[in-house]
């Protein structure tokens, strides 16, 4: 089991279905968003934070669509009131 530090300093487990759904949102398909999810599941170790996992996924998604990455960005900064 994988567990990730998230940015408050808390530590919980990897859930691969948080990336799948993080991805959807931005307009990517579910296989693709799967596909994203795997590959972070295949480098994520113990520790890895969730601005690592962020920043894979944004890439991914840039290199597919940048649209998605920018999508991702706006939420972030719209919703979640962060500056990515």
């Known amino acids: 089991m994988v567990m990730v530090k998230k940015r408050d300093g808390r530590t919980e487990l990897f859930v691969l279905e948080k990336v799948v759904v993080s991805a ?4 990517a398909p579910i296989d693709y968003a799967r596909t994203i999810a795997k590959d972070i599941e295949k480098i994520a170790k113990d520790g890895i934070t969730t601005q ?9 998604l840039k290199t597919k669509n940048p649209d998605w990455e ?4 706006v939420y972030d900064n719209a919703v979640k009131k962060r500056k990515t």
């Open 24 to 27: 959807v949102k931005t307009g």
């Open 52 to 60: 690592d996992i962020k920043g894979k996924v944004l890439s991914m």
């Open 70 to 73: 920018k999508n991702w960005l």
